[in-house]
């Protein structure tokens, strides 16, 4: 095995026996087109098939590929992070293990990758999946995905995508949000590219997602836009509702007070009198959680020692 690949090939594994003998025949053939040195990183997300047995083999006769399993099934995001932590090329580049991405387009995202990108992510243009379970679904996920986050991609869910070491390094994945690296990236200032690639029938087995991924994406959408938006400043979003929700129950005591005080009218038995007084409540309660959040946004960097910037380069 090289002691510094260029390239290093992040695959997860769950459940695909009947593709792994030939994904291994296609893509080493594409890598060894290329002329540079590689590893390949398979991440065996607990299959319960014989999938690790011939992984097993495949490293036996060529220790290029390296294997990693889990102890049990943990996800495809578990898997990619797992295998970005190996990876030690400089560019990394995941794929899925169905051969649905066609191996032969790597070379072309190494290619614009060299124009200066950081990402570049794979767009299937000509789906080969069903209409109305799969590709509208996917269509709605990317255009609200893309104007949610600033980073405008077609095909958010094509596995095929090119990192530079040191993005796919600085990512920290969790939950399913191996779909928005792209995104989770752009705090980092990246520069994102997109290409069309081809986009094959599934080699065997069926595929392990359904229509429901789409609704635990839109979740899964929240959480990133909040990230994106508020995750160095979280004071901003809890302390302004704070603020917008106790200026209104203000507002509505003050009205009362006049009331009370002024027209000597009882305001003891009034539904608004309760609701000024839960706004105000609610109020302080949302400005101390924003405190609280801005107290643990500074832990999290402090005792880590991360950076709250990212240079791209330094001239000496």
Known sequence: MSSSPAVSIVIPVYNEEGSVEALYEQLSAALERLGQPYEVIVVDDGSTDGSFAQLKAIHARDPRWQIVQFRRNFGQTAAIAAGFQQARGDVVITLDADLQNDPNDIG???????EGYDIVSGWRVHRKEPLLTRR???????????????????DYGCSLKAYRREVAKGVRLYGDLHRFIPALA????????????????RHAGKSKYGLSRTFRVFLDLIGVIFFLSYFHRPLRVFGGLGVAIGGVGAVILLYLGYVRIVLAQDIGDRPLTLLGILLVV?????????????????????????????????LR
Do not use: C, F
């Open 186 to 201: 752009s705090q980092m200032g990246v520069r994102v590219a997109e290409i069309p690639v081809n986009d094959r029938p």
């Open 136 to 154: 509208i679904p996917s269509q709605a996920a990317n255009w609200l995905i893309s104007r949610s986050t600033g980073i405008h991609l077609h």
């Open 108 to 114: 072309a995202l190494l290619a614009k990758l060299d």
């Open 282 to 314: 609610l109020g302080v309660q949302m400005i101390s959680t924003g405190l609280i959040a801005d107290m643990v946004m500074r832990t999290y960097h402090e005792s880590q020692g991360k950076p709250t910037y990212h240079i791209r380069e330094h």
